[in-house]
């Protein structure tokens, strides 16, 4: 009987819990979002290329408070769904914050009892844009950039039994000069609904006393061996690092170097990660004192090569692995109409990469957004190359597309220069080790482009792995690996370069309506509408075939716009809620098969 009274006692506060929350406003919405449970909200561990068992997700329903700057909130204003932002429709809220606010969120949690005498760590995906956090109203740290993932030890903040977590968030959006990418006050046309607040997902994760506390891991085909540098929270001299590879179950290689020492090992006749065979290595790397095993975590690495290479033609091409690769791919922006930023599962998060597999596709161009670290582990297992553009921000200068740049840069303050230098690195720090990482793209048509040469240079210096794409569409200049170029509807060439792979960064565009799955149903656009999946396809196909051309006369590459409709924007292969996909996905995929293919067929 008490059992009996537990349980109901335990569900009515369940149910309890559940009705508190519902989404904030009456848009469409996914299949993902209609299902989601606020109990248990993007509970995958979200950290998979460094891999611990003692951690706690923190996601679920907080305290928010919406306040003028500098003023402090003395009770709270409603629950908000963490980690979705507060202008979301899957937070609850669904409000606006603006540069005179300040967003406050407050929860309480419990320290299990097994994590007794160890450090505990307090780790953010993401939080759009400055964050400042106190846990027992001991502040722990702050942290500005929206993209990147950020964490704090708050072993001394703690208490025995029940702690609290309070943060707080300001977003100026586009009225700062921080990377913002697509958000704006004013949506309409190719910009969106502001993002603010956490948008991924808040944890605890329990370590040693010492401990690892970042890995990167680099794979060199040339020389058949994977670099691997870790480094420590904190070191006494005598430290030392093991590193072992797996492929499945066999142990293929294994190798030991001093702490602050590069660890690389060998790997005769190594198996390649390419998009038709995404094959991956499991990585243990250990933390050894006196021969004892302080700290150890599972990781995963691929041997792959992404490079450029003249054809007999003296064409420059894009290689994987040394050999040539037409990479084709669709703009994807990552947004949802439920959780804008922010997929309502891992499971939605997985879908559009499958989707674009399915469609025959074998690159993304991740369009001025940095996703949650599972979406690129997602593209590592699923075989898709990655072109990972730096979300723009500040102000542009005058865009000459078809002509290298004769005109004067955007002249960034200080401040605004040393934010995008620091938000740039970071974002490469964390995304680093994932193998389906092909290019860098620090600016877009000429958004926030500055210091062109000298961004493009550090890049390719800081990244040797990696190509660098300077400027996607936007004023060009001898630099980098790629000149990127853009032009819509149709595909065109305007200009090739001799010296570096040429590529056409944007083209496509073709719109379709599709009633009731529609943002906006009497506000919408795009550069070309057509209305069946039919007349989709005949376009996509007619488009397809100009390309092909210009794939002989030197592109190297191509991305079309775009994955999914997006707020007003009707373009997509699929609508914004993913739930029609509108066009002939065999047509497409055939045609996508043969235009990777070419360059094979040459």
Known sequence: MKRLLLVLLALTMTVGATAQWAPSEDRIRTEWGERLDPRNVLPEYPRPQMVRETWQNLNGLWNYAIRP?????????????????????????????????ELWYERMFDIPSAWNGQRVLLHFGAVDWKADVWVNGIAVGNHTGGYSPFEFDITPA????????????????DAGYQPRGKQVERPGGIWYTPVSGIWQTVWLEA???????????????????????????????????????????????????LAGVPVEIAVESPKCWSPDSPFLYDVKITLLRNGRKIDEVASYTAMRKFSTARDKEGIVRLTLNNEPLFQFGPLDQGWWPDGLYTAPSDEALRYDIEKT???????????????????????DRLGMIVWQDMPNGDGSPQ??????FSGEEWHRSAVSEANFRKEWKE????????????????FNEAWGQFKTREIAEWTQAYDPSRLVNPASGGNHYLTGDILDLHHYPHPTMALLDTNRATVLGEYGGIGMVVPDHLWEPDRN??????????????????????????????????????????????????????????????????????????????
């Open 525 to 602: 656009w795009g550069y070309v509408r057509f209305n069946t999946p039919k007349e989709v396809t005949d376009q996509y196909v007619e488009y397809a075939g100009m390309l092909e051309k210009l794939i002989r006369r030197g592109f190297a590459a191509a991305v079309y716009t775009q994955t999914t409709d997006v707020e007003i924007e009707v373009n997509g292969l699929m609508t914004y809620d993913r739930k029609v996909m509108k066009v002939e996905p065999d047509r497409i995929r055939t045609v996508n098969e043969r235009i990777i293919q070419s360059l094979n067929d040459n």
């Open 158 to 173: 703690l208490k025995k039994g029940e702690n609290s977590l309070r943060v707080r968030v300001w977003d100026p959006t």
């Open 69 to 101: 700057v500098g003023e402090s909130p003395e009770e709270f204003d409603g629950e908000i769904l963490v980690p979705f932002a507060v202008e979301a429709s899957l937070s609850g809220v669904g409000k606006r914050l603006g540069k005179e606010h």
């Open 399 to 404: 865009w000459q597309m078809e002509q290298y």
């Open 207 to 257: 370590v040693p006393q010492q401990y690892i506390r970042r890995v990167k891991i680099i794979p060199d085909l040339d020389r058949n061996t994977f670099r691997t540098e870790v480094s420590l929270n904190d070191s006494t001299g005598g430290e030392m690092i093991e590193v072992s590879l797996y492929d499945g179950d066999r142990q293929v290689g294994t190798g030991r170097a």
């Open 427 to 442: 974002i490469i720090d964390a995304l680093g080790s994932h193998p389906s990482i092909g290019v860098w793209v620090p």
């Open 357 to 379: 597999k399915d469609l025959g596709f074998n690159m993304i161009r991740k369009h001025v957004k940095v996703e949650p670290d599972r979406w690129y582990y997602h593209c």
